[in-house]
């Protein structure tokens, strides 16, 4: 399973803390050193039948710095993707990829359901 995450954020640390207290396996990778590639968010995307807007860090300075709420309604699904994988600031965080799943973003009561089937 593969968990990226940005060190720097305290959701991704609150979720890794809880990946690690459950014992779940995972392989981190940092999103904004080694960033999504376009070819990785576009399965991702498709695996997770999440709205494409999802995957974005809607929070982030970068994205109100690019104005993308205002941008992102007239972008192709393409063009949204392309710009995804330019700046792993750009990306939701956490995400965890496993064999029939993605996670985007920490909810708990979600995670226990997909990952300890509880």
Known sequence: MLFMEYPRCS????????????????????????????????????????PLKSFFNTSGILYRELQLKEKLPTMSEDEQLKLLSTNGMLVKRPIVVGDDFVLVGFKEKLWQEVLLGK
């Open 11 to 50: 959701t991704s640390n609150k979720a890794k803390k809880w990946l690690n207290d459950y014992k779940v396996k995972y392989q981190a990778r940092h999103m904004v050193e080694n960033n999504p590639t376009y070819d990785e968010l576009k399965k991702w995307y498709k695996k997770s039948g999440l």
